[in-house]
Structures are given as structure tokens and as C-alpha cells.
Nanobody, 127 residues
Framework: QVHLVESGGGLVQAGGSLRLSCAASGGTFTSARMGWFRQAPGKEREFVATISWSGSSTYYADYAKGRFTISRDNAKNTMYLQMNSLKPEDTAVYYC????????????????????WGQGTQVTVSS
């Protein structure tokens, strides 16, 4: 049973930084693509970033490029999202997700690529 737990969210002023963590247990973390998504109040959940199983390949939503960095430590079964230069519009619940075999035909930016989700961590950026 795959279990994902996010941490590191909180309240930060605009321009500040946060590092989110996603600890995984169960399943085979080291062979799975991982991703971050977020959902702001009243909005659909949206893609943030994704990382390949080895960490050698990453991809970001346009709004995240240059400000966010996704990484993983397979020895610790943990994925990270370093967020810098945060803006009030980054306020959302951030979710980590692990890919599923049945989702392999979907783009890495699609929620359907991912079959396992954490409970989310709240990030609030004040102006």
C-alpha cells in the first residue's frame, strides 16, 4: 500500500521561500515518476512539476519555471519542492503524487498519470 505524506507548508510573506517534502512508503518509490500538483480555493487542481524516477528529468508548469525546483532522494524515499520568490497567487494546497502503471499513456502533466496522492499541505503567501 503506497502512502504519501506531505510536509513543509505554512504561511510565508511574498518573496519568501518554502521547501515541501513528500515522504513515501510502500510500493517501489525508486522506480516511479513523481509529481507535485496544487489546488487553490475555488479552482481546479493543477500541475506544478514532475520528476522522473532517477531524478534526471524534470518538467515544470510555466508559472513554476525559474522559481520552483523539484528533486528527490531515492535513498530516503522522499521528494522535495523548493519554492522561492513566492507570490500570493501561489497560495494553495500542494499535493504530491506517484505515478501508476495504468496511467502511462497520459502526459506527465496529467492527474491521470498519477494513481497515488498525499493528503496535501497548505501553503499561504501573504502580500
Amino acid at each position: 500500500q503506497v502512502h504519501l505524506v506531505e510536509s513543509g507548508g505554512g504561511l510565508v510573506q511574498a518573496g519568501g521561500s518554502l521547501r515541501l517534502s513528500c515522504a513515501a512508503s510502500g510500493g517501489t518509490f525508486t522506480s516511479a515518476r513523481m509529481g507535485w500538483f496544487r489546488q487553490a480555493p475555488g479552482k481546479e487542481r493543477e500541475f506544478v512539476a514532475t520528476i522522473s524516477w532517477s531524478g534526471s528529468s524534470t518538467y515544470y508548469a510555466d508559472y513554476a519555471k525559474g522559481r520552483f525546483t523539484i528533486s528527490r532522494d531515492n535513498a530516503k524515499n522522499t521528494m522535495y519542492l523548493q519554492m522561492n520568490s513566492l507570490k500570493p497567487e501561489d497560495t494553495a494546497v500542494y499535493y504530491c503524487a506517484r505515478s501508476q502503471d495504468s496511467g502511462a499513456t497520459y502526459p506527465t502533466t496529467s492527474e491521470r498519470r498519477y494513481g497515488y496522492w498525499g493528503q496535501g499541505t497548505q501553503v499561504t503567501v501573504s502580500s
